[in-house]
């Protein structure tokens, strides 16, 4: 499978504990995208990156949330003292160039904060 | 900020023709996606519009007016796989952001019955 691919596919912890989810995009794809999709919601943009570069990140974003590309290839989103509201499906994201092109979705993790 | 709005709720029958509208305000506006999102699947891309006028693709198509903050969906000879939410997502380009992200509507569940 080419595809965009996610790690894990569900994820349940308890509330202030850290949890960290995988990305990798497919390959030729030099952008990466993670956003957030809670329930009847369309996804809310969370971080972006271009190659290892991080280009922009959302308000929605605070200090415990952190996102690394170390080698431009598969990425990592990290949540450090989980609460409750940050249960929800994490997805990622890659396009390949020049903005015009669509993203293309990974199956996204699923969040649940006991 | 952008207000991107459609309907929360649509249903059809099989065969039959149905309009998804959205509409939104944005500063920047850099081009209109729709995607599709089966219940607890990832969001697979339909359609981007960045100029006026209808785009067509097998049995959807898109139409885009700039001036009006304007964009519809349209889904010929409706088939129950079509049961699904549709997101329409708008590119902004405004100061501090990039070409990368996208803003996200909240999604128009259709269910189409036999």
């Known amino acids: 499978d080419t595809g965009v691919s996610q790690d894990p596919r569900h994820k349940i912890t308890k509330r202030g504990q850290n949890v960290t989810f995988r990305c990798d995009p497919i390959s030729e794809h030099n952008r990466l995208y993670w956003y957030r999709q809670t329930l009847g919601q369309g996804p809310e943009f969370l971080t972006y990156f271009q190659n290892e570069a991080q280009l922009e990140k959302s308000r929605l974003l605070s200090d415990r949330f952190s996102a690394e590309r170390p080698k431009g290839s598969f990425s990592t989103l990290e949540i450090q003292r989980t609460e409750q509201g940050d249960s929800a499906m994490y997805l990622c994201?890659?396009?390949?160039?020049?903005?015009?092109?669509?993203?293309?979705f990974g199956p996204g993790t699923r969040l649940t904060v006991t | 900020g952008q207000n991107i709005d459609q309907p929360t709720e649509m249903t059809a029958t099989e065969g039959a023709i149905v309009q998804i509208n959205c509409t939104y305000q944005t500063s920047g506006f850099n081009g209109l996606f729709w995607y599709q999102q089966h219940a607890g699947e990832a969001p697979t891309f339909l359609s981007y519009?960045?100029?006026?006028g209808l785009e067509e693709k097998g049995r959807f198509s898109s139409f885009l007016s700039r001036s009006k903050g304007y964009s519809y969906l349209l889904l010929k000879e409706l088939q129950m796989k079509d049961s699904a939410s549709y997101l329409c997502a708008v590119r902004d380009i405004t100061r501090g952001s990039t070409l990368g992200r996208l803003y996200f509507g909240r999604g128009t569940q259709l269910t189409v019955w036999p």
């Open positions: 519009n960045v100029l006026d």
């Open positions: 994201a890659s396009s390949f160039g020049l903005a015009e092109y669509e993203q293309y």
